[in-house]
């Protein structure tokens, strides 16, 4: 199984140019080659501006894009995990340290979605703000953490 771990919003706290509140999910398939067909088939159907080493925006596409794209993952039938936080008012966004935040967010979606998803082995997929040495291998430690306390089967996911 892949997990697909992203986010939307931002990790500023400049308001009002930084977004309030922000969301990271998981998307979890065991075919991911179905999920990068929709992403080529969208930016053929809808060439606007495409160029194919970036990613979909979401929140900045039409609404026929959007809706393309949600019919296209929900025939895929994967299952989603999501959670958020206002950044107004939520005690974890309080230290105003814009990674650990997403971190902490990451860590309990990542949770959760073991909680819900019994797999083994697994895939988990991250945006480029994890891609960085160090960084991603304090945060694989993490996760390989979460994984043995939510796993409730005989072997833990690797």
Known sequence: MEIFLDESGDLGFSFPASSRYLVTATLVTGDSEKLARIGKRTRARYPRRRDP??????????????????????????????????????????????????????????????????????????????????????????VDAVAERMHSGYFTPS
């Open 53 to 142: 080493r970036h990613e979909l925006k979401f929140g900045k596409e039409l609404d026929d894009v959007r809706r393309y794209v949600l019919q296209g993952v929900a025939a895929v039938g994967p299952a989603i995990v999501w959670g958020g936080l206002d950044k107004w008012t939520s005690a974890l966004a309080k230290d105003r340290d814009a990674m650990a935040i997403y971190d902490r967010l990451c860590l309990r979606v990542i949770a959760e979605t073991l909680r819900r998803v019994p797999m083994r082995p697994i895939d988990l997929v991250l945006d480029s703000r994890r891609a960085r040495g160090r960084q991603t291998q304090e945060f694989s430690r993490l």
